[in-house]
């Protein structure tokens, strides 16, 4: 990589400085004007969970950094894709996935987080597995409230982060449900289990907030100026059996469907890699994919370790498996630290130098080092993360060109940032790469209306509009 020099900025370099971002970024806007396309179909409710929120199977799990099942059924419709494979090395929840095999297309994920294998590990095993006696099953749970009648077995497995949590009357709920668990075969304790992980959040003191665990007053932590209040505290009783009516009841038109009408509509075959896009992508034969369709991680430090840390904890993960976890992900939180990506692959050169030779991005890093040796920044790990960011991505990219086929879309939504006073156009920057990469860039489709930036730039810096978009590239 490139050494940056750091350089004391005074205020009136600053403003240069930022000018100086401002025209490149402006230079770069020029190249890829034409590219850019409002479509007024892509709201934000189809690049986010929120449509999913009410779609049968999708909805069960709330997974915020999720898309919708409608664009990828979108995307799949408006550029032909009918058959063969897809992947989604980010899979999440693997919305990408279902939606593809609904569609009769194969399609193949890779997943580092514990939670989102466990959400695609058992709507795997519903689609598969699960027959009529387990469905039986699940309702006699519903009907008879089953748990409620077991004697505490099991200790509530918890993290430092997760401790206090919840009530002691919900902690001493989930233990017996647990104990009682134990007692099914193990595709019945696979659903029981997963949807005790839907509920977790509404039955705690917590609520995910981006980058960490917002904790309720009620809870007795620490709070800020402010004490936060995240509204109803559900129930355990109430919010399990809701769960477990849900699943039931958007199962039950797939039991039906199969007792009537044997003859059903070809699904593809889903297959899920555990670990690290980084690790596995270098592992996956060349030119096999027909599209790719996903979401990376944004730009905008996020720890996943720490908003999924009650779904963490029940799943088993230590302290240290988490902090592992925490390294493993593609940069995208002040807590990471650089990877060696040479020694994953050599082959990653080539990446590594588009992403030197890419003056926007260079005056950035530039430019926030200089911010982080004025002691300007609320935290010093901000110029790490955007770096090693976009040369993680600049890798990533490379891998999409090598596994797709020639003539093969891919299909990303992200976000663009802002640190510093420093509008991030990470869309125009991850384009710039994939053109040097062989890609051609054959739009980027933007959301009709712009989000702003987050509070705290905005009281320093005004309000500047950031553009979410939708990437569509070509492999030629």
Not at 94 to 119: M, R
Not at 269 to 280: A, E, M, V, Y
Not at 396 to 406: A, G, M, N, S, T
Request: one cysteine or more; hydrophobic letters at 40%.
């Amino acid at each position: 990589m490139v050494s940056l020099p750091v350089v004391p900025i005074t205020s009136e370099t600053e403003i240069s400085t930022l000018e100086n971002i401002d025209n490149l970024d402006k230079q770069l806007h020029c190249q890829f004007q034409s590219k850019f396309l409002v479509q007024s179909s892509l709201t934000r409710l189809l690049v986010s969970f929120q449509a999913n929120k009410t779609r049968p199977v999708y909805r069960w799990y709330k997974y915020k950094e999720a898309f919708s099942a409608s664009l990828v059924e979108l995307l799949c419709q408006q550029y032909g894709i009918t058959q063969g494979k897809v992947l989604d090395p980010f899979a999440g929840s693997g919305t990408a996935l279902f939606a593809a095999s609904d569609l009769g297309i194969d399609a193949d994920g890779i997943e580092l987080l514990p939670i989102g294998q466990k959400i695609i590990d058992t709507k795997k095993l519903l689609d598969t597995e699960f027959v009529s006696d387990d469905f039986e099953r699940l309702k006699t749970w519903l009907n008879l409230k089953v748990w409620k009648k077991s004697e505490k077995e099991v200790t509530l497995p918890e993290l430092r982060i997760t401790k206090g949590a919840y009530s002691q009357e919900t902690k001493t709920a989930i233990e017996q449900y647990l104990g009682a668990c134990r007692h099914e075969n193990t595709r019945v304790q696979a659903v029981l289990h997963f949807a005790l992980l839907c509920i977790l959040e509404s039955v705690s003191y917590t609520r995910k907030d981006g980058q960490y665990l917002r904790w309720d007053y009620r809870s007795g932590r620490g709070q800020g100026k402010k004490p936060f209040n995240k509204g109803a505290i559900l129930e355990f009783d109430d919010a399990i059996a809701t769960k477990i009516n849900e699943i039931i009841n958007d199962l039950k038109p797939c039991t039906q469907q199969v007792e009537l009408f044997p003859i059903q509509k070809k699904q593809g075959h889903i297959n899920l890699w555990r670990g690290s896009c980084l690790d596995i992508m270098p592992c996956l034969p060349s030119a096999s994919y027909d599209a790719i369709i996903t979401s990376p991680p944004y730009c905008n430090r996020y720890d996943y370790t720490r908003t999924y840390a009650l779904e963490l904890a029940l799943l088993g993960i230590s302290e240290k498996e988490l902090i592992n976890l925490r390294q493993e992900m593609l940069i995208c939180t002040v807590e990471n630290r650089p990877k060696d990506l040479l020694h994953i692959n050599q082959d990653w050169k080539l990446a590594l130098g588009v992403a030197d030779s890419q003056t926007l991005l260079q005056a950035i890093l530039r430019y926030l080092e200089n911010q982080k040796s004025q002691g300007a920044l609320n935290n010093n790990g901000i110029p790490r993360m955007v770096r090693g960011y976009f040369y993680e991505m600049a890798c990533v990219i490379q891998e999409y060109f090598r596994v797709l086929k020639p003539g093969a879309f891919l299909f990303m939504v992200n976000d663009n940032v802002r640190y510093a006073g420093a509008s991030i156009s990470v869309d125009m920057i991850l384009s710039n790469f994939a053109e040097k990469l062989g890609f051609v860039v054959e739009s980027i489709l933007v959301l009709p209306g712009d989000k702003g930036n987050s509070s705290q730039q905005m009281g320093n810096h005004g309000r500047d509009p950031l553009r979410k978009c939708v990437y569509v590239w070509k492999k030629q």
